[in-house]
């Protein structure tokens, strides 16, 4: 066999393959188209999503399984629907504008709420397709239940509704800031802000008005927190234009990579309140000193009166006194009483002063 035989041989080798792979080709190709029976029906009509065909009058002209199984209807009372007997809210003006907004369109995705024959309304999203097919024009409906999707998103806004209550209920002032000093959030609370709140996101700490040793003791504070990962607390004061001295407690967190939260809390009443707490005491202390040194002076102040009179009294009873003596006594004892009442008024005005 020469070398062309075997060319020959060859080919026709190869051409008989091709017939086989596109007699295969086609044998599937009809299996696949062949409808209702083929696998394009029978995906449709055993996958999970509803899907329904309607024409412009809004009347169901076919619909898969998942449309009987969802909504609760036989197959023939399916096809004996309308739109309007399943769909909440239906009007004909709604459905007229609906139909030329899908037709200009090519095509909308909506959510819809269907009634189900146990009159249950469950949500849905709808992506409806409008199509032409042999002169006719048709919306096809491929519509998916959204009700596990709103309960999500209903537990998610309701613990975010938790969040904001929680964080509007703290007077902190918030800051999430990077290891540069860049600010990326902020939230007032009920405090004063170091800087105006729209000059805040997107600045950064360097370009404030804060002192700079501050500013260099914060982001030093912060690039610990980010690289141990543990949380630190700073105190300071800070004193603003109108003179007055404001004191914070910062408390900063790790976030991110690369990020941390500052926690800032005004404590100038506390601060001020230790501060008056601290003169009361060293008043007191004061004013407890002078006591102790008054009460000593005091004792001898009037030791001596009292001896005195006491001294007057025992006389008075042992010897008879005559008038001029006793005018005497009595001038003394006047004088001494009125020393005893001068020595009473200077306790008092010392117990009395603040």
């Given at each position: 066999?020469?070398?062309?035989?075997?060319?020959?041989?060859?080919?026709?080798?190869?051409?008989?393959?091709?017939?086989?792979?596109?007699?295969?080709?086609?044998?599937?190709?009809?299996?696949?188209?062949?409808?209702?029976?083929?696998?394009?029906?029978?995906?449709?009509?055993?996958?999970?999503?509803?899907?329904?065909?309607?024409?412009?009058?809004?009347?169901?002209?076919?619909?898969?399984?998942?449309?009987?199984?969802?909504?609760?209807?036989?197959?023939?009372?399916?096809?004996?629907?309308?739109?309007?007997?399943?769909?909440?809210?239906?009007?004909?003006?709604?459905?007229?504008?609906?139909?030329?907004?899908?037709?200009?369109?090519?095509?909308?995705?909506?959510?819809?709420?269907?009634?189900?024959?146990?009159?249950?309304?469950?949500?849905?999203?709808?992506?409806?397709?409008?199509?032409?097919?042999?002169?006719?024009?048709?919306?096809?409906?491929?519509?998916?239940?959204?009700?596990?999707?709103?309960?999500?998103?209903?537990?998610?806004?309701?613990?975010?509704?938790?969040?904001?209550?929680?964080?509007?209920?703290?007077?902190?002032?918030?800051?999430?800031?990077?290891?540069?000093?860049?600010?990326?959030?902020?939230?007032?609370?009920?405090?004063?802000?170091?800087?105006?709140?729209?000059?805040?996101?997107?600045?950064?700490?360097?370009?404030?008005?804060?002192?700079?040793?501050?500013?260099?003791?914060?982001?030093?504070?912060?690039?610990?927190?980010?690289?141990?990962?543990?949380?630190?607390?700073?105190?300071?004061?800070?004193?603003?234009q109108d003179e007055r001295i404001r004191y914070y407690e910062d408390r900063c967190v790790k976030y991110a990579r690369n990020l941390v939260v500052r926690v800032v809390r005004e404590t100038t009443e506390i601060i001020e309140y230790q501060i008056d707490?601290?003169?009361?005491?060293?008043?007191?202390?004061?004013?407890?000193?002078?006591?102790?040194?008054?009460?000593?002076?005091?004792?001898?102040?009037?030791?001596?009166?009292?001896?005195?009179?006491?001294?007057?009294?025992?006389?008075?009873?042992?010897?008879?006194?005559?008038?001029?003596?006793?005018?005497?006594?009595?001038?003394?004892?006047?004088?001494?009483?009125?020393?005893?009442?001068?020595?009473?008024?200077?306790?008092?005005?010392?117990?009395?002063?603040?």
């Open positions: 066999m020469n070398e062309l035989d075997k060319l020959l041989q060859e080919k026709q080798a190869l051409e008989a393959q091709l017939l086989k792979l596109k007699q295969q080709q086609k044998i599937s190709d009809e299996v696949f188209l062949a409808a209702p029976r083929g696998l394009i029906f029978h995906t449709i009509n055993h996958t999970h999503d509803l899907i329904y065909w309607v024409d412009e009058n809004a009347n169901i002209i076919y619909a898969n399984g998942a449309v009987e199984r969802a909504l609760g209807y036989e197959k023939e009372e399916v096809l004996s629907l309308n739109l309007s007997q399943i769909s909440t809210n239906f009007s004909q003006e709604a459905w007229q504008h609906l139909w030329q907004v899908i037709q200009e369109k090519g095509g909308l995705v909506f959510e819809q709420r269907l009634i189900t024959k146990q009159k249950q309304k469950i949500p849905f999203e709808v992506a409806a397709n409008f199509l032409v097919f042999e002169g006719r024009s048709f919306i096809c409906g491929i519509v998916r239940d959204i009700s596990e999707r709103k309960a999500a998103l209903k537990s998610l806004k309701d613990k975010d509704m938790k969040k904001r209550a929680l964080l509007n209920a703290v007077p902190d002032l918030i800051f999430i800031m990077d290891g540069e000093g860049n600010y990326h959030d902020y939230r007032g609370g009920w405090g004063n802000s170091f800087i105006p709140v729209d000059k805040i996101i997107g600045s950064n700490i360097k370009d404030s008005d804060l002192e700079k040793s501050l500013v260099n003791a914060i982001l030093h504070r912060n690039s610990r927190v980010i690289k141990t990962g543990k949380a630190e607390t700073l105190n300071y004061f800070i004193q603003f707490l601290q003169n009361m005491i060293r008043t007191l202390e004061e004013r407890n000193k002078q006591l102790e040194n008054y009460s000593y002076h005091i004792s001898h102040t009037l030791r001596a009166p009292i001896t005195t009179i006491i001294g007057i009294l025992q006389l008075y009873d042992k010897e008879a006194l005559n008038v001029d003596e006793e005018k005497e006594f009595i001038q003394i004892i006047k004088n001494l009483a009125l020393q005893l009442d001068d020595i009473s008024k200077q306790l008092n005005n010392l117990l009395d002063t603040d």
